[in-house]
């Protein structure tokens, strides 16, 4: 197997070579644009990675990398005109930078753009390609649907929260380990099981996104820190605190949540405080662990070499040791 960094740099200049900009300009150079602004790479990564270690050389899958990095920036470009977002990775979005209706449009051609790459395959492989990714596309949409209506919602459970995070972020990466294993026809059995390690390392993975967001560093972290409090957004720890918070703290934390001040920093300290003082800070950072955990549990019923394992383990823990 490689390392991150060489399935990285195979994947870009993959990326790089093909040819996303043709007629109406209007329509892909806004699809062109947002694909080379940057980013983990991760979920391409990850599908690269799976095939190797079901002993297929990563080549094979660098169609389906792609559709799958594809597909994950349309829906940032449409998650982008939801939250009327200004920024992403540093730089202006689609909609900013053209307008919204070529956001919604362009987003609309890099769906069908990421469906284009599994026509490589032969038609079997092609075939398992296409059902999984319909099925995680929609789920996709459902999460993205339960975050909206979480949003007007003061009775969110931690089930429901769990629910969202893994519809909307950790299914995909599921599917992006899973479509190596296939693209590698490996057993079924071993194709549900890396799907199993990518889904929990997924819902792992947001929920460390969630408390770095509250109590990363800034100057690793890539974006504002206090991010969701500055919104108000029902996270995992807030979630936590209502739940360990006595009367009194829950009225504190629910109108620091209704508030919107001109100057944000006090209200971050004070919410942070509390999700120190309640417990949910470390209940947070124990979820974090539990679903790492159990994502390597999956692991142990793989039938891959011991090495192979180890590869896999080595890239969880330094997702849950991540600062950025």
Known sequence: MHSISVYQEQFLSYLENQNTIREPKNLYEPIDYILRLGGKRMRPVLTLMATEVFDVH???????????????????????????????????????????????????????????????????IFRDLAKLFSKTALEVCEGQQYD?????????????????????????VGAAMKMGAIIAETSEENANLIYDFGLNLGIAFQLQDDYLDCFGNPETFGKQVGGDIIENKKTYLYLKAMEFAKPEEREQLLHLYSIQPNDNSEKIESVKEFFNQTGASNATKKAIEDFTMKAFDTLNKMQIAEDKKMVLKAFGEKLMKRDV
Not at 81 to 91: H, S
Not at 94 to 122: C, P, R
Not at 149 to 171: C, G, H, N, Q, S
């Open 58 to 124: 990563f080549n094979k899958a660098l169609p389906a990398a792609t559709a799958v990095e594809v597909f994950h920036n349309f829906s940032l470009v449409h998650d982008d005109i939801m939250d009327d977002a200004p920024l992403r990775r540093g730089k202006e979005t689609v909609h900013e930078k053209w307008n919204l209706n070529t956001g919604i449009l362009s987003g609309d051609a890099m769906l069908i753009l990421a469906y284009q790459y599994f026509e490589k395959y032969e038609p079997t």
């Open 148 to 172: 909206v209506d979480f949003e007007t919602r003061d009775d969110v459970t931690i089930p429901e929260y769990l629910k969202m995070i893994e519809y909307k972020t950790a299914v995909l």
